[in-house]
């Protein structure tokens, strides 16, 4: 069976090509997947847009409001860098449902992977940083509401510190938070995960896979997670230009095949999001994206 694929043409909220945020890459991300036969036009799993009770779950039920009727304050649109217009709220719940859509594909197949996912800066009270909902955080929310597992691990790979899923999870003892990132890079006021493996400027191939191979032995015998969710931004990449580490192609691929692998060897489920990636070159960091899509692929 293939490993299931998610992706929702909304995940793209069409932003102008010079905005920070490189939207236009979950369009190019999808279509580079089907150039390359790695998922088939008709291959993918299509999401609802997740449920304002599911959003509740891990945010606060007046800034859920405020997205979904568009009354975001100015000073919470300012904090996640770009105004919440009806297709960007509309873009955040099906990123949401799609990472919903990949935990139970997951729990019944082994591993999914959503197109979109892992907006990590946001909140219980708010966004922040790209990140209206925290997808994952919900996510992991709705399976332990459903009485769907007792145990969540989160893995954070995106260069950035995944402050707001630590802070949402941090006086639940059923989740357990693993932050890989650079340490001197946003946010400036981290927060404490129940792990959190700071790197230094520059870390490369060798020296992040030994940190990342030690901090996955950990957090598993400390978690003792029934699914995993993966974050695999690709934003440590030498190239990113919100980086700061200094990856390669071949190490970010290692890098998935490392962690997909780790859980897969023991067979918890895992489900994968794409996270960050900040490239002003939408080919190469659509490209740099489809890695974790192809590595999830060799474990069919």
Same mark, same amino acid.
């Given at each position: ?194 792990? !959190?493996?700071?790197?230094? &400027?520059?870390? $490369?191939?060798? *020296?992040?896979?030994? #940190?990342?191979? /030690?901090?996955?032995?950990? @957090? ?14 690709? !934003?440590?990449?030498?190239? &990113?230009?919100? $980086?700061?580490? *200094?990856?390669?192609? #071949?190490?970010? /691929?290692?890098?998935?095949? @490392? ?42």
């Amino acid at each position: 069976m293939p490993v299931p694929m998610i992706h929702h043409p909304a995940f793209d909220a069409e932003f102008d090509a010079h905005h920070r945020f490189p939207m236009s890459k979950f369009t190019r991300l999808v279509q580079i997947l089907v150039e390359d036969g790695i998922v088939a036009p008709d291959g993918f799993h299509i999401p609802a847009p997740a449920l304002p009770g599911w959003l509740r779950l891990a945010h606060d039920p007046l800034y859920v409001d405020q997205v979904l009727f568009t009354a975001v304050p100015p000073a919470i649109e300012k904090a996640i860098g770009f105004k919440v217009d009806e297709r960007v709220a509309m873009r955040s719940r099906c990123a949401t449902g799609g990472t919903v859509l990949a935990a139970k594909l997951a729990l019944a197949e082994g591993l999914a992977c959503n197109t979109a996912g892992g907006s990590h800066h946001a909140g219980r009270a708010g966004g922040a940083g790209f990140s209206v909902f925290n997808d994952v955080a919900v996510a992991a929310s709705v399976l332990l509401a459903d009485g769907d597992v007792g145990q969540v691990l989160v893995v954070d790979c995106d260069v950035h510190q995944g402050d707001g899923t630590a802070r949402i999870f941090a006086e639940n003892p059923r989740v357990f938070t693993l932050s890989i990132h650079a340490a001197r890079n946003y946010p400036t006021d981290k927060a404490q995960s129940d792990l !959190d493996v700071p790197l230094a &400027d520059g870390t $490369g191939d060798i *020296a992040y896979l030994e #940190s990342l191979g /030690a901090a996955l032995t950990e @957090a598993t015998r400390q978690g003792r997670p029934e699914i995993v969710f993966y974050n695999a931004g690709v !934003d440590p990449h030498a190239e &990113d230009r919100l $980086g700061r580490l *200094a990856l390669s192609d #071949s190490g970010l /691929a290692e890098r998935d095949r @490392a962690v997909i692998g780790f859980f897969r060897d023991r067979n918890i489920p895992v489900a994968c999001v794409v996270g960050g990636g900040y490239s002003r070159d939408i080919e190469a960091l659509s490209r740099r994206h489809t890695i974790l899509h192809r590595v999830a692929r060799e474990f069919e």
